[in-house]
């Protein structure tokens, strides 16, 4: 399983992005997808997973402002983020994973300036 991020880019506070993640291999409806992120200094964090039964979770700083959706038979992986705040600024990541696999795409910078 391949991975691309894109979309990110410089942001005004209270602006939004859509970030999209193109997921390309085989057995894609078999994984969970989710978004991560990683300020400078500071460890990667989770943002938010849409597993393969389609439940959703978000880190609570993120919630009623984030909205992680996939779809095209899973090939396309999107982060909405509205109401968007400087600690937001990080490189965000896209992730595939199920049992014994974890895949990861580089990255896409999010700046948000307050």
């Known amino acids: 399983v391949q991975l691309q991020a894109s979309g990110g880019g410089l942001v005004q506070a209270g602006g939004s992005l859509r970030l999209s993640c193109l997921v390309s291999g085989s057995a894609l409806s078999t994984y969970n997808l989710a978004w991560y992120r990683q300020a400078p200094g500071n460890a990667r964090e989770w943002v938010a997973t849409?597993?393969?039964?389609?439940?959703?979770e978000y880190t609570d700083s993120v919630k009623g402002r984030f909205t992680i959706s996939r779809g095209n038979a899973n090939k396309w992986l999107w982060l909405q983020m509205n109401d968007l705040k400087p600690e937001d600024t990080a490189v965000y990541y896209c992730n595939a994973r199920k049992e014994y696999y974890d895949h990861w795409g580089k990255g896409t910078q999010v700046t948000v300036s307050s």
């Open positions: 849409i597993q393969r039964s389609g439940n959703i």
